[in-house]
């Protein structure tokens, strides 16, 4: 292929691939040498002018940081004595093949460095002059060399992450096919079965290829329809949703059902545990699950706290109490938030549960989401569960009831037989150091109350110094920006 400038330059040799050059040489007649070795030395990134044998005569380095990485002092060596030891043998064909016309091959070597890694630079010869001298004109491949590098690493990192991948799915896969338990892999969106496992098969007595597709509802009677749906729903917006009693269709038996929500490629799925009621394996059985649904069904509040104070769960009339929407919205958040005096009801019926196990009769109010405040009884009491205790408590509301003694407004939050059920459970400074705490906070907040929130004349109606009344503030986190914080007096 032939290809013709305007100014009649020629360069041909694309098609062989030999490299391409002027077919009017004469046109540079006029550059003298130092012209000549001014180009060179600009355009190659390193530049060695060798007599016949090889023995570098000058040399031009374009770049000083290369210069400082190949080193100096090498002018009147040999260039083959320059490289590493597995280069000496392309440099030597690099002399002998040199020409006087540039080489179409490039040899790539390897320069021993002064800072550490070997240079890789890529060289051509021309041979020139009536005495044989060769110029070698070379390129830095550092770039390339520490682009390969990365892309060679990378490639290494991706084949090692790909098979971890595919020995954890296997390991699962095995998990998956070898479990005891019916397990079921949903579309979210569509309710409908992706994947079944052989105990799903064998448990709704249906082949593994036909539950594949199958609407998850369609599984189940039709008493439990509406407790799949539920189901299903509370599983999608919660990570987790244990333990939910459903009866199969076909009198395949009654179940419970435990699901978990995930994300593969975008798409949300759903995990579901089917276990069998009355299997030895499992700790639930029929009369378990009649209890769970008495639980469910019973009118009076019921609440089950970890000892960190947080809702584990609750029944449907604890959240008509609060007047939260579903269980989800409860759980996970502290009992304080709803239940008793801020700072104070809560941490003192926790020590007497911590301390005795049980408490009958504490007496405080429940706030609901809406801004109500009910009067409320609690019955609580603490079990082991794992490695922490956990607490049940039984609330009831009690609304107006004579013969109450009442300060300010305010009910008194324990009655002559509570305090008389404590005597001898807990020490008399507990008892006198709780009492008076909360007859403090109520007698400031009904002054509060009667002084339209005048502190100077509550303080005056109470018989206090400002400073001590502020002191009491913000130890019952009356005050602005109040904590609470609860030091001793």
């Keep these: 292929m032939i290809l013709k400038s305007r100014g009649g330059l020629v360069v041909d040799g694309a098609r062989s691939g030999s490299p391409a050059r002027f077919a009017a040489p004469e046109l540079l007649r006029g550059l003298d040498p130092e012209a000549v070795g001014s180009l060179l030395a600009a355009t190659a990134d390193v530049t060695f002018v060798l007599d016949g044998g090889g023995t570098i005569l000058d040399a031009a380095i374009a770049e000083a940081d290369l210069a400082g990485s190949m080193g100096s002092e090498w002018i009147g060596k ?36 002064a800072r550490g890694a070997d240079i890789p630079i890529r060289y051509r010869a021309l041979r020139f002059g009536e005495d044989g001298r060769i110029v070698a004109v070379g390129r830095d491949l550092r770039q390339m060399a520490a682009l390969q590098q990365r892309l060679v690493e990378a490639q290494q990192e991706m084949e090692r992450e790909y098979t971890r991948i595919r020995n954890a799915e296997k390991r699962y896969r095995l998990l998956y096919q070898l479990a005891s338990e019916a397990v079921l892999i949903l579309d979210s969106g569509t309710a409908r079965i992706v994947e079944a496992n052989p105990a799903a098969a064998i448990l709704l007595g249906v082949e593994p290829k036909k539950l594949a597709g199958r609407d998850f509802e369609d599984l189940f009677a039709d008493s439990s329809r509406q407790t799949t749906r539920s189901f299903l729903a509370a599983t999608r917006v919660a990570p987790r949703v244990d333990r939910v009693h459903a009866q199969l269709g076909h009198d395949h038996g009654d179940v419970l059902m435990t699901g978990s929500s995930y994300r593969q490629d975008g798409v949300a799925h759903l995990v579901v545990l089917l276990s069998r009621l009355g299997d030895a394996s499992l700790a639930a059985s029929a009369d378990d699950a009649n209890i769970l649904r008495l639980v469910e069904a019973i ?29 989800v919205q409860a759980r996970g958040e502290s009992i304080e938030r709803w239940i008793g005096r801020p700072g104070v009801d809560i941490d003192v019926l926790f020590s007497n549960l911590r301390a005795h196990g049980s408490v009958r009769i504490f007496s405080t109010v429940a706030r609901g989401e809406l801004g109500t405040v009910e009067d409320v009884e609690i019955v ?55 009492t008076t705490d909360l007859i403090e906070r109520l007698c400031i907040e009904a002054a509060l109350e009667l002084t339209r929130e005048n502190r100077a004349s509550a303080a005056e109606m109470l018989g206090l110094s400002r400073q001590a009344f502020y002191v009491k503030l913000r130890r019952y986190g009356l005050a602005d920006g109040g904590d609470g914080d609860g030091q001793e007096r």
């Design 78 to 113: 040999r260039l083959v004595d320059t490289v590493t030891i597995e280069s000496r043998a392309k440099i030597e064909e690099l002399i002998r093949d040199s020409s006087p016309r540039l080489s179409a091959r490039g040899r790539q070597v390897n320069h021993p460095s």
């Design 299 to 327: 009118p009076e509040a019921l609440v089950v706290v970890a000892e960190d104070g947080r809702i584990m769960t609750a029944n449907a009339a604890f959240l008509d109490l609060v007047q939260a929407t579903t269980v």
């Design 380 to 434: 609580a009491a603490s079990a082991v569960g794992g490695a922490t205790p956990i607490y049940g408590l039984a609330i009831r509301a009690t609304g107006w009831r004579g013969g109450r003694e009442r300060l300010g407004g305010r009910e008194l939050p324990r009655t002559v037989e509570q305090f008389t059920e404590l005597v001898g459970r807990v020490p008399m400074k507990n008892l006198v150091r709780e």
